[in-house]
């Protein structure tokens, strides 16, 4: 039965290709997972033969799939654009050109709507991502580099987690299920979403904590954190369940608290920014948006494999699962679920799918196969 599960896990892998190139490496790939799970000796070395094969797909699909999204990102964008991803790439271009982040951001946004720009809390920002890429050299070229690396690591980190509580020819399936999800962010300007890079943190975060490099989790938790906020709540969790290396990480996380409300939040209010944006359009059918969201690239994509894999993982709960890699994603997972019910979110943050997605399919191969067979 495990064995089946498995062989259906890499089925999801499975990626529709426009290029000959692609399609080659993802048949490989998902050949040599397969090929792991049927004769167990090869496990470790296919699996890092699987590891570098994707590696491959990254770099290779950036240069034959990304010229278009380059091309965006070293082109000024004029006074108003549409969608949010070219207003935080006016922002980099204004700071660029040496403004200061939120006098940027709230240009930027002002393209958006004609000028006008009144934001929630949520609406906004942080400037860190923002500072990294202004430092990076030349244009916006050198984000989508970065950008290639990320997920080259995030992959890498996805296998060190599932190693955690799976044999090697099993832990394989997370960076090979999770490879579609993020090729989708070098096709499109969505790499500009600074959710993508709050998840490749906290998954590196995440990573570190499970290995007992505390101080490291510290520093990329609150990383994290000063990318995209709303990941307090897993990191909140995972301090609760482990209380033995809070001291460890409870610097990082202090400097961002005070960074948080004593900076950050008083600069942004200065912009006229409410607590919760009023209007309303939302409701429960958004929840089709967020588990659809990046799943195009998956071959099996017509068949909702995300609701698929949520269905597995929710039926795998009747059994003790590692509590970890729930707290991982199922926090975000019902925020954003909820939040969508109540209507306060609508199919315009289709994108909080990132929050919580990623971390599901890391996770699934160890929440619904058994840890040996």
Request: glycine content about 6%.
């Amino acid at each position: 039965m495990a064995k089946t599960i498995a062989l259906a896990l890499a089925a999801v892998g499975l990626m529709t290709y426009f290029t000959p190139w692609g399609r080659t490496l993802n048949l490989m790939a998902v050949g040599a997972v397969v090929s792991g799970l049927v004769w167990k000796k090869l496990g470790e070395k296919l699996a890092i033969f699987v590891l570098c094969l994707l590696a491959l797909q990254v770099l290779i699909a950036g240069f034959l799939e990304g010229g278009q999204i380059v091309h965006q990102l070293s082109t000024p964008l004029g006074a108003s654009y549409t969608t949010d991803m070219r207003a935080f790439l006016k922002t980099y271009q204004l700071m660029k050109q040496g403004e200061n982040f939120y006098p940027a951001f709230a240009t930027g946004m002002a393209g958006l709507s004609n000028g006008v720009f009144h934001p929630d809390i949520n609406g906004w920002r942080q400037p860190l991502i923002f500072y990294l890429w202004k430092i990076l050299p030349g244009n916006g070229t050198s984000i989508y580099f970065l950008w290639e690396g990320m997920i080259i690591l995030s992959l890498t980190a996805a296998f060190l987690v599932a190693k955690k509580f799976l044999p090697t020819r099993l832990a394989i399936l997370s960076p090979l299920i999770l490879w579609p999800y993020f090729h989708f962010s070098l096709v499109d300007l969505t790499l500009l979403q600074p959710e993508w890079w709050a998840t490749s943190f906290f998954l590196f975060g995440l990573t570190a904590y499970l290995y007992q490099k505390f101080i490291l989790a510290g520093i990329l938790f609150a990383t994290t954190l000063a990318t995209r906020e709303l990941f307090i709540f897993p990191i909140i969790l995972l301090l609760i369940i482990n209380r033995k290396p809070l001291v460890k990480l409870a610097l990082p996380l202090t400097f961002f608290a005070i960074y948080y409300s004593l900076y950050h939040l008083p600069k942004i209010f200065t912009f006229g920014t409410e607590l919760v944006r009023s209007s309303r359009h939302g409701g429960p059918y958004v929840l089709h948006y967020l588990l659809a969201y990046s799943s195009w690239s998956y071959w099996l994509g017509i068949f909702r494999p995300f609701l698929v894999v949520l269905g597995l993982v929710a039926v795998s709960l009747m059994r003790k699962r590692p509590l970890v890699l729930l707290i991982s994603f199922l926090p975000l997972l019902l925020v954003a679920f909820s939040l969508a019910a109540l209507g306060v979110i609508d199919e315009t943050r289709d994108y909080w799918g990132i929050y919580f997605m990623p971390l599901l399919l890391v996770s699934t191969p160890a929440l619904i196969l058994p840890p040996e067979e």
